[in-house]
C-alpha cells in the first residue's frame, strides 16, 4: 500500500511538472514550426520572464496577478527581437540561426549575471503555500495551480493556432512558405508574431514558476535543455506533440530522480531523446 | 585551392615568436596567457574539423577534452608514466567519437547539436558517479617535475608542448583542406545529396573527421592536465567548457584554418581585460561581450572575423567573392 502511494505521489508530481514544461515546450515548438528556427535562447526567456515576475512580485503584483503583464510583455519582447535579429539570421546561412540564437544566451545569462547577481533570488512570501490531499496523495497548492494554469494556457495556444485567421496563416507559412506569400500572407508579419506567442508562451510559464522556484541567471537554461528534448520527442513544429512528449518527459525525470539518483534524473530522459531521434527522427507525432 | 607557402610561413612566423616567448620572457603571466591562448587554439581547431569543415554543430566537444586530462590523471594517480596518457587518451577519445558519432552523424542541423548536448550529458553523469573516475571530486595530481613526469617548474617548457600541438594541428588542418577528405567534406556540407550521388559516403567521411577532431581535444586535454594539476567534472567535461570551445570556433569563423586561432586570441584578451577592468570573470562581463560579437557576427558577417577578412581579399583580387553580400532589411522582408 505504501509503495502504491509512492507510485501515485510520483505519477501526481511527474504529469504537472510534466505541463509546465510543456508549456515552456509549445513555444519552442511553434517557432520552429513556422521558420524553421530553433531559438538555444528560449531558456533565457524564461529566464527573463521568471525576474520579471520577480520584480512585479516586489511591488506587490503577485505571480498570478503579474502573469498576464509578464506575458504581454514577453510577447512584445519576442516581437522586438525577431525584428531586429532573427529577422536578419533568416537571411543568413542556416547555421546563422543556430549560432545566433547561442549568442543571444551567452549575452542575455551575461546581462543577468552583471546586472542581477548570480544570487538565487524567491518570490517574497509566496501565496498558496498550503497542500491539498488526494487519498494517500499530497501535492502543494503551488506546483498543482502550475501544471493547471500551463494546461489552460497550452490549450488556449492550441485552440489559437488550429481555430484563428491568424494562426491558420502560421500553419500555412509553416507549411509551405513560398505559396504562403502567394496567398497573401504577410510572412514576415506571420513569423513575428509566431515568435512574439512563443516569448508569451515562456512569460507565463516564467510567472508560474514563480510560485515555487527561485531565479538565477542559468535557471532558464535547464529548462531549455528539457525542452529541447521534449521537442524532439513530440516531434518537431507539433503543440500536441510537445504536450505529449512534455509529459513523458515529466513523468521520466521524477521516476528516474527517485528510483535512480537525483543526480542521474536526467539520464532516461537524453536516453530518451537518442532513442527517438535515431529510430523516429519525426518524433512520436511529427510528420515527414 | 590557394598555394600553402602563405600559411606555412604564418605558422613559421608564429612557431618561432613562440619560442622566442618561451625562452627569454620571465614572466609567468604572460607565459600562461601564451599558454593557454595556444591551448584554446587547439580546441577551437578540433571543434572546427567536425564543426566547420564538417558542418556538424557540436555543443558536447568538452568529452573528447576530457578524455586526455582524464587519461592524464588516471595514468598518473596509479604510478603510469603520464606519456602514456597521451595514447591512451587519444585512443579513448577517437573510440568515443566513433562509437557516438556512427548513431548520430547522420543527423542534420540542431538535431545533431541537441545530441552532442545529450551524449556530453550522458558522460558527464556516469564520470559523476564513477568512482574510478573521482566521481564530483575529480583528481589533484601529485607534484613532481621533469620530461619524465611531463611537468615542469617553469611555465617555459608547458609553452614549447602547447606550441608544438598547435603547429601539428594547424599543419594538420591545412594538409586537410587540401585533401581528399576536406574535399569530400566541403561537398558533404554544400549538398549532401548532390555529394551522396557521386559516391561520397557520409556517415565514412565524417566519422574519419570526428575521430581526428577528437583526437586534437584529447592530446590537448592530457596538456591541461599536467599544466593544472587538477581535474575534474566542471573544468573538463561540462556544458560550459562545450560551450566555451564552441564560442572560440564560431568567433573567429567557422570553417577556416585561422579562425580558432584568432577566436581565441579574442577569448583570452577579452577574459584578461575584463578581469583587470571590470574585477574578475564569473560577473557575467566577459559573457556580456561574446554574447555581443557572437550576435553581431552571426546577423552581419556569419561566416566569422576571419571569413570575412578571407572574402574581402578575394574580392579585392577580382575573383568572385564565397559570401554573399549582406542582406539589406528591404531584401528580407521580401
Not at chain 1, 509549445?26 to 531558456?43: C, S
Not at chain 2, 587518451?89 to 577517437?94: D, E, I
Request: charged share 10%.
Amino acid at each position: 500500500m505504501e509503495a502504491l502511494g509512492t507510485f501515485g505521489q510520483l505519477l501526481a508530481g511527474g504529469l504537472l511538472t510534466g505541463l509546465v514544461f510543456a508549456l515552456v515546450a509549445v513555444g519552442l515548438t511553434l517557432v520552429y514550426g513556422v521558420m524553421d528556427v530553433v531559438n538555444f535562447a528560449h531558456g533565457e526567456f524564461l529566464m527573463l520572464a521568471m525576474y520579471a515576475a520577480l520584480g512585479l512580485a516586489l511591488v506587490g503584483l503577485g505571480p498570478l496577478v503579474g502573469l498576464p503583464l509578464v506575458a504581454i510583455a514577453m510577447f512584445l519582447f519576442g516581437i522586438v527581437v525577431y525584428r531586429v535579429f532573427v529577422r536578419r539570421l533568416l537571411a543568413g546561412p542556416p547555421e546563422a540561426t543556430v549560432f545566433g540564437t547561442f549568442g543571444l544566451l551567452v549575452l542575455m545569462q551575461g546581462l543577468a549575471q552583471a546586472l542581477l547577481t548570480s544570487d538565487y533570488q524567491s518570490v517574497p512570501s509566496p501565496p498558496l503555500q498550503g497542500t491539498v490531499r488526494f487519498g494517500a496523495i499530497a501535492l502543494s497548492q503551488a506546483t498543482l495551480v502550475e501544471g493547471l494554469g500551463a494546461l489552460v494556457l497550452t490549450a488556449a495556444l492550441f485552440a489559437f493556432v488550429e481555430y484563428t485567421e491568424t494562426g491558420r496563416a502560421m500553419r500555412a507559412v509553416a507549411e509551405d512558405r513560398v505559396a504562403a506569400t502567394l496567398m497573401g500572407i504577410d510572412v514576415q508579419r506571420v513569423n513575428g508574431l509566431a515568435f512574439g506567442i512563443g516569448a508569451a508562451c515562456v512569460g507565463a510559464a516564467g510567472a508560474l514558476l514563480m510560485l515555487s522556484y527561485p531565479v538565477y541567471p542559468t535557471a532558464g537554461a535547464s529548462f531549455a535543455l528539457t525542452a529541447f528534448v521534449i521537442v524532439a520527442l513530440g516531434g518537431f513544429g507539433s503543440i500536441q506533440g510537445a504536450l505529449v512528449g512534455a509529459v513523458l518527459v515529466g513523468l521520466l525525470e521524477v521516476f528516474g530522480g527517485f528510483y535512480l539518483s537525483p543526480e542521474l534524473k536526467m539520464v532516461p530522459v537524453y536516453l530518451a531523446y537518442l532513442a527517438v531521434v535515431l529510430l523516429r527522427p519525426q518524433g512520436l507525432l511529427g510528420r515527414r | 585551392m590557394t598555394s600553402a607557402r602563405p600559411h606555412l610561413l604564418a605558422l613559421g612566423a608564429i612557431a618561432a615568436l613562440g619560442l622566442l616567448a618561451a625562452f627569454s620572457v620571465q614572466s609567468a603571466v604572460v607565459l600562461d596567457l601564451v599558454f593557454t591562448l595556444l591551448l584554446y587554439a587547439v580546441l577551437g581547431q578540433s571543434w572546427n574539423w567536425i564543426s566547420g569543415y564538417a558542418g556538424n554543430i557540436s555543443f558536447g566537444h568538452a568529452i573528447f577534452f576530457g578524455c586526455g586530462a582524464y587519461a592524464s590523471a588516471l595514468c598518473v594517480t596509479h604510478g603510469l608514466s603520464p606519456w602514456l596518457a597521451i595514447p591512451a587518451g587519444v585512443l579513448a577519445a577517437a573510440a568515443l567519437a566513433l562509437a557516438t558519432g556512427f548513431p548520430t552523424l547522420g543527423l542534420r542541423g540542431h538535431y545533431f547539436s541537441i545530441a552532442t548536448i545529450a551524449v556530453a550529458a550522458l558522460v558527464e553523469a556516469f564520470v559523476r558517479t564513477s568512482h574510478w573516475l573521482g566521481k564530483a571530486n575529480g583528481f589533484e595530481l601529485p607534484i613532481a617535475s621533469g620530461w619524465g613526469a611531463l611537468q615542469f617548474g617553469q611555465k617555459g617548457p608547458y609553452v614549447v608542448l602547447a606550441l608544438a600541438l598547435f603547429v601539428a594541428v594547424q599543419l594538420a588542418t591545412i594538409a586537410l583542406e587540401r585533401s581528399r577528405l576536406g574535399y569530400y567534406l566541403r561537398a558533404l556540407r554544400a549538398n549532401h545529396a548532390a555529394a551522396a550521388s557521386v559516391g561520397i559516403d557520409e556517415r565514412r567521411t565524417k566519422l574519419i573527421a570526428f575521430a581526428w577532431s577528437a583526437t586534437m581535444a584529447a592530446a590537448a586535454g592530457v596538456l591541461y592536465a599536467q599544466y593544472t594539476l587538477f581535474v575534474d567534472p566542471p573544468s573538463t567535461i561540462a556544458l560550459a567548457v562545450s560551450i566555451d570551445i564552441a564560442l572560440i570556433g564560431v568567433v573567429g569563423g567557422i570553417g577556416t584554418l585561422w579562425g580558432p586561432l584568432t577566436g581565441a586570441l579574442v577569448y583570452v584578451v577579452l577574459a584578461k581585460a575584463v578581469a583587470l577592468r571590470l574585477g574578475g570573470a564569473g560577473k557575467g562581463y566577459d559573457l556580456v561581450i561574446y554574447g555581443a560579437i557572437i550576435c553581431l557576427i552571426a546577423a552581419l558577417r556569419p561566416y566569422g572575423i576571419v571569413g570575412t577578412v578571407v572574402d574581402a581579399i578575394r574580392r579585392r583580387r577580382g575573383a568572385a567573392g564565397t559570401i554573399p553580400p549582406a542582406a539589406t532589411p528591404a531584401e528580407t522582408a521580401a
